[in-house]
């Protein structure tokens, strides 16, 4: 495995993959403080992939003026340890004045789907997003990108960025992992208290009441999915409601409460953003209705 810092760098191992045939290149774009997660990424990238390059990278574009940039958690050595373990050939780890050796003049924004879910509660942040992973993509040029589910909203920004600009790359959208009590691995969430900790576990119950609750029939619309989805959340008395929605998936558009689940077309999302304390944890199921039911 190699470690790169600079551009050139990169650009010049990608080369001599690329030339020694090693391709497709698959490529994992991450914030660091590995977890599971992010290895189900790289063993997927593996899978489809003969060089896979990860990066680690905090963003300081995607970070709002009060979030947690300066406190988000660090480790390289762990980080690359992890990265050898799971079959990363190149890792790419630039500081910040390397992505941007000058202020940046030049954003990538996409519209619509960036105004709901955690696009109105974090102004900016996807602009932040699409234009480092378009740096991202430019530099790599990879054949595959990987992301993870546990950040849907990103992945419909992102599918829908590459089909708008014609970016030659295809993203592969990867499950959420989860521990064993249900709890969507995180880097942030070693900032919970064992307490919080604990509490955080209604977010995923949450989203399996309601699963549950369709199945057996005794959740039909989506002002009743919603409603069950605050009230599991509210038994927790440390969690605070960002948002609990339920859209259409990849698109976001909003669904008429008193219509019935199974009346929309497609994938639905039944997105969360909770807080602990000052942790801000989301969380999301993906499915498709009319399927869902169908199982009963
Ligand atoms: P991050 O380092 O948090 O920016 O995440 C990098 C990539 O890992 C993103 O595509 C995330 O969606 C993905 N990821 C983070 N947590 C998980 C998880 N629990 N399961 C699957 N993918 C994840």
Same mark, same amino acid.
């Given at each position: 495995?190699?470690?790169?810092r600079t551009v050139a760098q990169l650009r010049e191992a990608l080369e001599y993959m690329r030339q020694g045939?090693?391709?497709?290149?698959? =490529?994992?774009?991450?914030?660091?403080? @590995?977890?599971?997660?992010?290895? !189900?990424?790289?063993?997927?990238?593996?899978?489809?992939?003969?060089?896979?390059?990860?990066?680690? =990278?905090? %963003?300081?574009?995607?970070?709002?003026?009060?979030?947690?940039?300066?406190?988000?958690? *660090?480790?390289?050595?762990? $980080?690359?340890?992890?990265? #050898?373990? #799971?079959?990363? $050939?190149?890792? =790419?780890?630039?500081?910040?004045?390397?992505?941007?050796?000058?202020?940046?003049?030049?954003?990538?924004?996409?519209? !619509?789907?960036?105004?709901?879910?955690?696009?109105?509660?974090?102004?900016?942040?996807?602009? +932040?997003?699409?234009?480092?992973?378009?740096?991202?993509?430019?530099?790599?040029?990879?054949?595959?990108? =990987?992301?993870?589910?546990?950040?849907?909203?990103?992945?419909?920004? @992102?599918?829908?960025?590459?089909?708008? @600009? %014609?970016?030659?790359?295809?993203?592969?959208?990867?499950?959420?992992?989860?521990?064993?009590?249900?709890?969507?691995?995180?880097?942030? %969430?070693?900032?919970l208290s064992a307490q919080e900790r604990s509490q955080a576990l209604v977010l995923s119950r949450s989203l399996?009441?309601? *699963?549950?609750?369709? #199945?057996?029939?005794?959740?039909?619309?989506?002002?009743?999915?919603?409603?069950?989805?605050?009230?599991?959340?509210?038994?927790?008395?440390?969690?605070?409601? $960002?948002?609990?929605?339920?859209?259409?998936?990849?698109?976001? #558009?909003?669904?008429?409460?008193?219509? &019935? &689940?199974?009346?929309?077309?497609?994938?639905?999302?039944?997105?969360?953003?909770?807080?602990? +304390?000052?942790?801000?944890?989301?969380?999301? %199921?993906?499915?498709?209705?009319?399927?869902?039911?169908?199982?009963?």
């Amino acid at each position: 495995m190699r470690v790169v810092r600079t551009v050139a760098q990169l650009r010049e191992a990608l080369e001599y993959m690329r030339q020694g045939g090693h391709t497709p290149i698959g =490529f994992v774009p991450t914030m660091g403080y @590995l977890h599971e997660g992010h290895a !189900s990424l790289l063993r997927r990238a593996g899978e489809m992939s003969s060089t896979v390059v990860m990066s680690i =990278f905090v %963003n300081p574009l995607q970070f709002g003026p009060n979030e947690d940039f300066a406190s988000y958690p *660090r480790d390289e050595v762990r $980080d690359l340890e992890l990265a #050898e373990r #799971e079959g990363a $050939d190149i890792v =790419f780890i630039p500081s910040v004045e390397e992505m941007y050796p000058q202020p940046i003049r030049t954003k990538v924004s996409v519209s !619509s789907l960036t105004t709901q879910l955690c696009g109105a509660s974090r102004p900016g942040h996807f602009d +932040g997003v699409t234009t480092v992973v378009s740096k991202l993509f430019n530099i790599v040029q990879p054949d595959y990108a =990987f992301f993870g589910l546990k950040d849907a909203q990103q992945v419909a920004v @992102l599918r829908r960025m590459v089909s708008d @600009l %014609n970016m030659n790359v295809e993203i592969i959208a990867c499950p959420i992992v989860r521990e064993n009590d249900g709890l969507a691995l995180s880097s942030r %969430n070693v900032y919970l208290s064992a307490q919080e900790r604990s509490q955080a576990l209604v977010l995923s119950r949450s989203l399996q009441s309601v *699963r549950q609750a369709m #199945e057996e029939g005794k959740v039909r619309t989506v002002d009743d999915a919603r409603n069950l989805l605050v009230s599991v959340i509210s038994s927790s008395p440390l969690a605070v409601i $960002d948002y609990a929605e339920i859209l259409t998936f990849p698109e976001l #558009e909003t669904l008429d409460g008193s219509s &019935l &689940l199974t009346d929309a077309d497609g994938e639905i999302i039944m997105a969360l953003a909770v807080k602990f +304390g000052r942790t801000r944890l989301i969380d999301n %199921n993906v499915f498709i209705p009319k399927e869902a039911h169908a199982l009963v």
